[in-house]
């Protein structure tokens, strides 16, 4: 197991039971879905049951399969064979699925990890990792320069921990939303919607080598893909009771995806 100890740092060995215990006895029980909670912190954390399960139905529609699809192939054009590769804030999983599909015959070995444990429950059951955890990005439970490659989809960043966790010469991926993207959705909620703002993209400790925007429109053909869209989104929490109420009254809705795809290696 590549994942270690998140109180000690120590290196976790699995165990008849399936625990996982480090040498200073700490201990951590396998789920039934195959992942260990390795958060330190208690509580639920990130998004919730209903907001995973919409991001479930609405990615399972393809709607954002382009980008899954082009972020994988990046991936592997970039690694060698037997690479490590940490998927870190996985979500429902959708975007490691096809990640495993393109790496996995170059012999890569596969960590994912979220802190919302709704969604690293239903990653788990696709088993395209090679081990799946409870985590946060700011305390990632791996050894210094264990990976190869970091990827970040829609994920809160931290860049020191991703810069100590990547070897030298390693790649960070990320995708971030572009200044368009689901605009139709905003100008539904909002009486004056706004781009979204891309921020600089300089990141210390990284040389950025590919920049690539990917967009296409979307149309929503049912209340119930305009609803998922909207639930598995900051807005679903975020918007008026009144502005709710105009998205969920929707029976379509046409609108754009609109990502940026960004490539760093490690300097």
């Not at 208690?42 to 529609?61: I, P, Q, T, Y």
């Not at 870190?88 to 999983?93: H, N, S, Y």
């Not at 105009?246 to 809705?253: A, H, I």
């Amino acid at each position: 197991m590549i994942f270690t100890c998140p109180v000690c740092g120590g290196k976790l060995n699995i165990d008849e039971s399936r625990a996982a215990k480090c040498d200073n006895r700490h201990s951590f029980d396998s789920a039934k879905q195959g992942y260990y909670n390795l958060l330190l912190s208690g509580g639920d954390h990130g998004d919730n049951k209903e907001m995973v399960l919409a991001r479930r139905s609405f990615l399972g529609g393809g709607f954002y399969e382009p980008l899954a699809k082009r972020i994988a192939e990046l991936c592997r054009d970039s690694i060698g064979n037997e690479a490590v590769i940490l998927d870190a804030g996985c979500g429902e999983g959708y975007y490691t699925e096809h990640l495993s599909k393109e790496v996995k015959p170059k012999n890569a070995y596969i960590l994912a990890f979220d802190i919302s444990r709704d969604a690293v429950r239903e990653a788990a059951k696709k088993r395209c990792a090679d081990e799946y955890a409870v985590a946060s990005s700011y305390h990632i439970p791996l050894p210094d320069f264990s990976v190869d490659m970091v990827l970040n989809t829609f994920s809160p960043q931290a860049p020191a921990e991703t810069l100590r966790v990547l070897r030298r010469g390693g790649f960070f991926v990320m995708a971030i939303p572009g200044e368009e993207h689901l605009f139709g959705l905003k100008s539904k909620i909002y009486d004056t919607p706004y781009k979204n703002e891309v921020k600089d993209t300089y990141i210390e400790g990284f040389e950025l080598i590919l920049r690539e925007e990917l967009r296409y429109p979307l149309a929503l053909r049912s209340a119930s893909e305009v609803r998922d869209l909207f639930m598995m989104t900051p807005y679903a929490y975020r918007t008026s009771k009144e502005g709710r109420e105009r998205v969920l009254s929707l029976d379509s809705l046409e609108c754009e995806a609109h990502f940026i795809i960004l490539i760093y290696k490690k300097v």
